[in-house]
């Protein structure tokens, strides 16, 4: 499968980059390229020469007063728009509910680890996780939730957090991580050492280590259901 036009992966936070993702690309020979909003990189004006807009996570919230925030939903209702498809995790996943009209508020507890979630039943989850069983674990790290956008489909809930997935068309918002990597978990536990206060739904640095790449092994499993569905709406 080998497109023309490259993905634009936009990177919030230098600690937040593509992980897995690049790698399923790269296994199925489709360009990409990396926006790096935490150095400076422009937001892209238009999606000229852009086949799908992918959004990664970050430590901010939509609702910061930040320059780049309307910018990049700008950029994702253009995608929406010409029918380019978008992919949100996490932060992305917010950035693409409020650009369809959802909002972004605190979720009840912060969701921090291996998790489970589950399938919200219904033909489009079904088309979305195709094969998956109707519960499996993912990686979590967040404290903000979104809402699911008017005309968007719910497909995953965790107990903590009723909405951890939806689409819309051919887009794809998650508040769930499945693109981790052990070296990225390994990273984000320096980097957000600050939020490990345990609880029911916040794990500690070791328990999300233990066994990292077993699970990671896993959680690829599960992304590459995701991301095949997704990269079928490429043009």
Known sequence: MSHMKPVAIVRHAAHEGPGYFAEFLDRHRIAHRLVRIDVGDPVPQSLDGISGLVLMGGPM????DLPWIPQVVRLIQQAVAHDVPVLGHCLGGQLLAK???GTVGRNPVREIGWLPVERVDGPVAHAWLNGLPPQFEVYHW????????PGATRILAS?????????FGKH????CHVEMTPALIESWTVTGADELTPSPT????AQMLAHAQTKTKELHRIADVLYTRWIE???
């Open 61 to 64: 919230s939509v609702n910061d």
């Open 99 to 101: 650009a369809l009209g």
């Open 142 to 149: 967040h404290g903000e939730t979104f809402t699911i956008p």
């Open 159 to 167: 107990r903590a957090c009723a909405n951890q997935a939806y689409v």
């Open 172 to 175: 794809l918002g998650m508040q």
């Open 202 to 205: 916040v794990q500690t640095r």
């Open 233 to 235: 709406g490429l043009g």
